[in-house]
């Protein structure tokens, strides 16, 4: 049989594509997810991906492998892509023309009823601008939001204000918007196996619960009777409670990353959010590969004021996130209230200690033991026993018991973990922090704990009882503990954070997808929930600027962010 020329090398040609698409196939293994970042958007008006892909072909090969490789192209609030490359693209894309930066897609994290009246922003306040309030939209980066939390129930508000260009992704989990959370989108561009954990939902619905905590903390309404079992009970509600909430979910079990903060950011900022809140960070780097610098420039350039997270790692110096000028960074303080949990022994001492301890006894004694006396130190486990250490202890001499253990290492879990009901932990620095622990727990000073462990080894019958927390004045402000410090080098001549706002143990709207303490094996489920971190700060700051925007509408951030920082109290 004759073959014609043409149809030899018509199979020659597809050999050789079979060819390049195998080498293709190996080298993408090696891509690794960038942003090329491009700046404004051009004078001219919009961009598209097919200006983007043009730009990448070049670099890449071939138009088919530009279209391949983009995982994303920005284009309504700013100019730029995101792209799996080999290292040396991208290198070759940061010389480009009209290209600002290339830096690789990395993670970041979040920053994990009484306040308003402590700020002194009463419910009643009659200095209030209700009509331009109902007009505010919020915009949050999260974890997405729990549309059943009372705090977003939309009786008497009217459709979305008509500058409005936001939308709502209609999917799985997500009962959809209503006329209080006017957006909610989600964005997962970096979508590979096993970068969702099991219980991430691919909608805009918030697993997580912090999502729902900030945009409460916000603007939620007003709900009365709101505490968490109990504990802080009062009235809930945001600092512009008639205002709008657009959550954009950024934030997934592994994180939040580049790709997808710039993407909401870009979003966010042309849907026309007046307020952002950003509750995230990571590490400090050049403004120009950090995805909430960037973000954040394009929307002060669209007159919308960006809040965000100062960090938790103080107290420790220079340790101060999203430092950029033109961010509003927010450090936490905590409030004139602090729980704190009760405890007492057999013999009749009392002791309390910091602590959200939703558990009410429902015995009058339990009895009670101590890592050191729970444990075997002849060789067969291992660990630190007076610190109940998890392999240290045996679990017969637990279970059932209240037991004692020195140094802050969250015990509670090991504790429950091997079948006992309750720890007192004393603490070798006193700390400002109420935790939610999974078994009924406080943190007791060393002191005290001295005392503890004194009682057990007198009495082969030690009992013991942790009282539910209740809430106890305490003398305000205080900067947090945790909360991060400047000094700052990227830009020294800007001190940062730029204000401080509660952020120690605010009771605020959760999920009911999420346990309250985090802890998977923990049923306790609420709509409210006790939560820590300068991520709680933010939301506040960023409704104080929508209070401060109602009035002035026409200010720009920097004036907002001046006559926040300039008329800030200690009371
Ligand atoms: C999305 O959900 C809303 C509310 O449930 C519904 O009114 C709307 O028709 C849905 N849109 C689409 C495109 O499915
Ligand atoms: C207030 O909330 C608690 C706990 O959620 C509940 O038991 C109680 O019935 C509520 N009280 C009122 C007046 O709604
Ligand atoms: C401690 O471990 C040793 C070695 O396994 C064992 O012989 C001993 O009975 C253990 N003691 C207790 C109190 O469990
Ligand atoms: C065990 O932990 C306690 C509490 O943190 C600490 O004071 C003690 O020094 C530790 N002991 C050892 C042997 O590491
Ligand atoms: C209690 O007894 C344990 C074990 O003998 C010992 O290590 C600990 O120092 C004692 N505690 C006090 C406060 O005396």
């Not at 129930?153 to 006329?179: A, E, I, L, M, V």
Request: with cysteine.
């Amino acid at each position: 049989m004759e073959i014609s020329h043409g149809l030899l090398l018509l199979l020659f040609n597809l050999s050789l594509l079979l060819l390049a698409e195998l080498v293709n196939g190996s080298t993408d293994t090696q891509r690794k997810p960038y942003i090329v970042y491009m700046g404004d958007l051009p004078k001219t008006g919009a961009v598209t991906a097919a200006d983007h892909h043009s730009l990448l072909s070049a670099v890449v090969g071939s138009d088919r492998m530009a279209r391949d490789s983009t995982i994303h192209s920005y284009g309504r609030s700013f100019n730029g892509f995101a792209a799996r490359l080999l290292p040396h693209e991208a290198k070759i894309l940061s010389e480009k023309e009209g290209v600002v930066s290339v830096f690789p897609n990395t993670m970041r994290k979040l920053h994990t009823t009484r306040s308003w009246d402590f700020l002194g922003m009463r419910e009643k306040m009659k200095k209030r601008n209700p009509k331009a309030e109902i007009n505010m939209v919020i915009g949050l980066l999260d974890t997405g939001i729990w549309m059943d939390c009372p705090s977003f129930k939309d009786k008497g508000y009217g459709p979305p204000p008509t500058k409005w260009k936001g939308k709502c992704s209609n999917s799985s989990g997500f009962t959809g918007c209503n006329n209080k959370v006017i957006g909610a989108k989600y964005y997962d561009l970096d979508h590979q196996p096993g970068m969702l954990g099991k219980d991430d939902i691919l909608s805009p619905v918030d697993t997580d619960g912090h999502g729902t905590h900030t945009a409460s903390t916000a603007a939620g309404i007003v709900v009365k009777n709101a505490s968490l079992f109990g504990v802080g009970k009062g009235t809930a509600r945001g600092g512009v409670p008639l205002a709008r909430i657009a959550m954009y979910k950024v934030c997934w079990y592994t994180g939040c990353s580049d790709m997808n903060l710039l993407a909401g950011f870009d979003d966010a900022i042309a849907d026309g959010v007046d307020v952002l809140s950003v509750s995230i960070g990571g590490t400090v780097g050049p403004f120009f590969e950090d995805p909430i610098a960037i973000g954040a420039f394009h929307a002060m350039r669209r007159g919308v004021l960006v809040s965000s997270s100062a960090g938790n790692d103080g107290p420790l110096e220079a340790t101060v996130q999203n430092v950029a000028p033109w961010i509003l960074t927010v450090g936490a303080t905590g409030l004139d209230r602090e729980f704190r949990s009760q405890v007492k022994l057999g013999n009749g001492m009392k002791a309390s200690g910091v602590s959200v301890n939703t558990f009410s006894p429902r015995k009058k004694m339990y009895p009670l033991t101590s890592g050191t006396l729970a444990s075997n130190s002849s060789g067969a486990y291992w660990g630190n026993v007076s610190a109940c250490d998890w392999a240290s202890l045996i679990p017969e001499e637990v279970k059932g018991k209240i037991v004692y253990c020195m140094g802050n290492r969250g015990q509670d879990f090991n504790i429950r973990d091997l079948g006992g009901i309750g720890t007192i932990m004393s603490l070798d620095e006193p700390t400002d922090i109420g935790f939610t622990f999974v078994i009924p727990s406080t943190f007791v000073t060393s002191e005290e704990g001295r005392k503890i462990d004194k009682y057990i080894n007198s009495t082969k019958k030690a009992q013991a009882v942790i009282y539910k927390s209740k809430a106890f004045k305490i003398a305000a402000p205080f900067v947090s503990s945790f909360s991060s410090r400047g000094p700052q080098d990227l830009s020294p001549n800007i001190l940062k954070p730029d204000i401080v706002a509660p952020g120690l143990d605010i009771l605020a709207g959760y999920s009911k997808l999420a346990p309250i303490s985090g802890d998977p094996e923990d049923r306790r489920f609420a709509n409210f929930n006790i939560l820590t971190g300068t991520s709680m700060s933010c939301p506040h700051v960023a409704a104080a600027a929508a209070y401060v925007k109602s009035f002035h509408p026409k200010w720009s951030p920097a004036a907002i962010k001046s006559a926040l920082m300039t008329t800030g109290e200690t009371s």
